[in-house]
């Protein structure tokens, strides 16, 4: 009984932490993006890659905001602490580049070797959305690690143990890309394997980079 009861408790303790977390960064996130109103739909087909990047840039930021809204007022405590120490930044950032390219590559090639997907010729070139894009993806990926092995992983973590918070908050980065996967198994499992390999990445380094 004691037992049952102490578990009840760390679930309540982590649960209405990351509830909490969500409903401060659904608050900032209406701020940029309910005055818009039914104009968001005309934006994204008038500007599709400016919506983009306006969209990954507000996430980033509200992410950013909320969770030092939660560790400054709740944890009391740095927001370097979440993972942003300098130490060993630039070490850490080119191994992660290295393992999520080899993490991709191997994904399109099992893909492309069983006939699931295939090469396309690109058509056209330019610049331009070539920069926009890539910035628009450098603040998705920053929305999506602090999501991943940010505030509510390592609340997990800290509350429970260490393999809980990785496959729970592997299930929840899957949930976050459910709408691409269209009810096939590879992708889910793909990117599954990837917020572990993520949380495990962040477990050696303590670093988010």
């Given at each position: ?51 983009q990047l ?65 090469l396309k ?89």
């Amino acid at each position: 009984m004691l037992t049952l009861k102490s578990a009840l408790i760390t679930t309540w303790k982590i649960l209405w932490r990351i509830l909490l977390f969500f409903l401060g960064w659904a608050i900032l996130l209406s701020v940029f993006f309910v005055p818009l109103g039914s104009k968001i739909t005309q934006l994204q087909k008038a500007y599709p890659l400016g919506m983009q990047l306006y969209a990954d840039f507000i996430t980033a930021i509200t992410i950013l905001t909320a969770t030092w809204g939660m560790t400054h007022f709740i944890d009391h405590r740095p927001l370097k602490t979440i993972g942003l120490s300098l130490t060993h930044f630039f070490r850490d950032m080119l191994t992660g580049l290295a393992v999520g390219v080899a993490w991709l590559a191997l994904s399109v090639g099992i893909a492309c070797a069983f006939g699931w997907a295939s090469l396309k010729q690109p058509v056209g070139f330019s610049w331009s959305v070539l920069i926009l894009s890539s910035i628009s993806m450098l603040f998705n990926v920053i929305a999506q690690e602090f999501l991943l092995c940010g505030f509510i992983f390592q609340t997990i973590r800290t509350k429970s143990n260490t393999i809980i918070a990785v496959v729970i908050s592997a299930i929840l980065f899957a949930s976050y890309h459910a709408g691409a996967f269209k009810g096939d198994w590879l992708p889910i499992l793909n990117v599954f394997g990837a917020g572990i390999l993520l949380c495990l990445a962040y477990i050696i380094t303590n670093n988010l980079w």
